[in-house]
């Protein structure tokens, strides 16, 4: 069966985590470090724009890796496009049995650095736009599985995030669709890369984010524009009074 035949939903698990921040960086961070060059200003970005960002995998050393898994199992690159759109994310109850990401769950974890991310609320016909990060650390620590593929004559390492039923706050924020990244404790790092099946899918369950704060950011975010990746992108915004509703 050609691959436009298939069901999305057969195919793909789909969630909503779909740009976030990468924008400072420590020498502190786990696991090797040395060579990794952080796309700047790292303010904004995109998954739709496939931006090659930083993961870590079993090698315990950080490197940049495309945004959108591309499965091994795409060959031509109308697959490989087409599949790419829809894999920025991948629900964590169902990875293990959707074909874009079964293999890669249960042999290529990943980790996934960001300072924060970004994640719409629905009021009508008004969609705002939040930053989410950590209340008092740098970093947030999503989970993510990754693959590598053969792109024309290259050999290319993409991800895909993984994403968890909302609580807390983000229940709040993205209400419409009620998903939220699956981000790890520092302390389950090592456990995420390394540990059994039946591991990872514990720290995939949904937990009471009590460690997140979330400020209203600017509108014009909601334009598609390479003018986003700036730092007025993550500060927060206050409405003003005369501002008609969109």
Avoid at 81 to 102: M, V
Avoid at 105 to 115: V, Y
Wanted: with cysteine; hydrophobic share 40%.
């Amino acid at each position: 069966m050609p691959f436009l035949d298939f069901p999305r939903e057969v195919l793909f698990s789909n969630a909503m985590c779909f740009s976030y921040s990468v924008h400072q960086v420590q020498n502190t961070l786990p696991f090797e470090v040395s060579n990794l060059q952080i796309p700047i200003p790292g303010f904004f970005f995109s998954g739709f724009e496939h931006p090659k960002l930083p993961i870590c995998t079993a090698s315990e050393r950080w490197e940049l890796a495309q945004w959108g898994l591309i499965p091994a199992w795409a060959k031509t690159e109308q697959q490989q496009t087409e599949i790419q759109a829809l894999t920025l994310n991948a629900r964590s109850e169902t990875a293990f049995e959707k074909p874009a990401f079964k293999d890669a769950w249960s042999k290529r974890p990943c980790l996934i650095l960001a300072n924060g991310f970004f994640e719409w609320q629905h009021r009508g016909q008004e969609r705002i736009p939040y930053y989410i990060s950590h209340q008092t650390a740098t970093h947030l620590w999503f989970a993510g599985l990754y693959e590598d593929v053969k792109i024309g004559p290259q050999w290319q390492r993409t991800y895909t995030l993984l994403t968890t039923e909302a609580r807390g706050i983000m229940t709040e924020i993205h209400h419409t669709k009620n998903r939220m990244p699956v981000m790890l404790p520092e302390a389950n790092l090592s456990e995420w890369l390394h540990g059994s099946l039946a591991d990872r899918t514990q720290l995939c369950l949904p937990n009471d984010p009590d460690f997140l704060t979330a400020h209203r950011v600017n509108p014009l975010l909601n334009k598609n524009s390479p003018d986003r990746n700036a730092s007025w992108a993550i500060q927060s915004y206050q409405k003003p009074q005369t501002e008609l509703p969109f």
